[in-house]
């Protein structure tokens, strides 16, 4: 579980060279899946603007260093949320938004598993470009 490969991590003075490879690994599958889509990288947040707004899939660490989730967000001209229905309340979204039947989000990606586990990655970028980004990029053409 989880919790174990935290505490074998957190003993491991390997850990923070892993814990940035995985993270660069991270920003590199996504740069190849959303920059083809027009994206363009600036520090952890890929974005794309257009006259109806801007929509960002941003790459957020937890604080604790264990693991780095993908929120995506989207800003009107006039600087608010979209008008849209299905837009949460707190204005951001995570891929558990378009994967509830999973038992986790599959775009909170822990560090070791990234490395260990390649099918950790390539699941959530699954659902970031074949449901998350199409939702998303709709709100460009509203």
Known sequence: DLAARKHTAAHDPTF???REAAYAAIIAALGQALEPLGYTLKG???SRATPQGKSAV??????YGWDA?????????????PDHP???EDDDLT???FAEDLPGDPGTLA????????ATLA???EVLTAQALPWLDALHTL
């Open 111 to 118: 560090f070791v598993d990234v490395l260990d586990d390649p």
């Open 58 to 63: 941003h790459l957020q660490r937890s604080r």
């Open 44 to 46: 952890s947040t890929f």
């Open 16 to 18: 923070p060279a892993r």
């Open 95 to 97: 891929l558990w938004d």
């Open 123 to 125: 699941r959530a970028l």
């Open 86 to 88: 299905d837009w949460p």
């Open 69 to 81: 989730q993908i929120v995506l967000r989207f800003v009107t001209p006039e600087g608010g949320a």
